[in-house]
């Protein structure tokens, strides 16, 4: 009986360090936010649809993409964005595909990630941070570069993309999904990536 006892919590012992190492802290791998989470919440991105007037002409849809090198390789866990909804059906959908000769690749994705609901603009002029959870976690390594696309959710969705308060880099705009790219250096997004 002892010993049955002994063998139990020996088995027990063992089930959670098992849990235990499967629970890492994700950390983080690329980061644009100023000090605190803080944006450029004066300046932003305009990602609409189609018909959406309020940022657009109400005929074309604007997407933007932004480019981050990892340090660190890793599987995707999350990842923050300054985001937010300002008018129009709410969501996003973020991409995140691999370079291809300095502009977003094409196909495939390394995932796509579907947001139905936004922090709404109420104000306009604070640091809105919306966290994006991976369900894939695709691998992520460190040195190469990657996009993160914002796609407007619908026809008459327009969303804010509140740039970050210093960093600069690769910068992205497609107005017809994502098939042809204009590539500036400008202001990146305010956003981060962690990976466990």
């Not at 370079?99 to 579907?114: F, H, K, M, S, W």
Request: net charge neutral.
């Amino acid at each position: 009986m002892k010993t049955n006892k002994v063998c139990l919590m020996v088995a027990l012992a063992g089930a959670v360090t098992i849990w235990a190492g499967g629970a890492q802290a994700a950390s983080k791998v690329f980061d644009t936010f100023g000090p605190k989470y803080t944006s450029n919440p004066g300046s932003y991105y305009c990602d609409f649809g189609a018909g959406n007037g309020a940022c657009g002409n109400g005929t074309t849809m604007l997407t933007h993409a932004f480019k981050f090198t990892p340090g660190v390789s890793g599987a995707l866990s999350y990842i923050d964005l300054a985001l937010f909804n300002f008018t129009g059906t709410q969501g996003a959908t973020v991409t995140i595909v691999t370079d291809n000769a300095g502009a977003p690749g094409r196909a495939p994705a390394l995932e796509t990630i579907y947001v139905p609901k936004l922090t709404t603009c109420a104000p306009c002029s604070a640091t809105k941070k919306q966290k994006i959870a991976s369900k894939l976690h695709p691998a992520l390594t460190a040195g190469t570069p990657y996009w993160l696309i914002v796609y407007p959710s619908a026809y008459d969705t327009g969303n804010f993309i509140q740039q970050s308060p210093s960093a600069t880099g690769p910068e992205a705009s497609s107005v017809d999904g994502g098939n042809h790219w204009d590539v500036l250096t400008s202001p990146l997004a305010a956003f981060d990536v962690f990976v466990q």
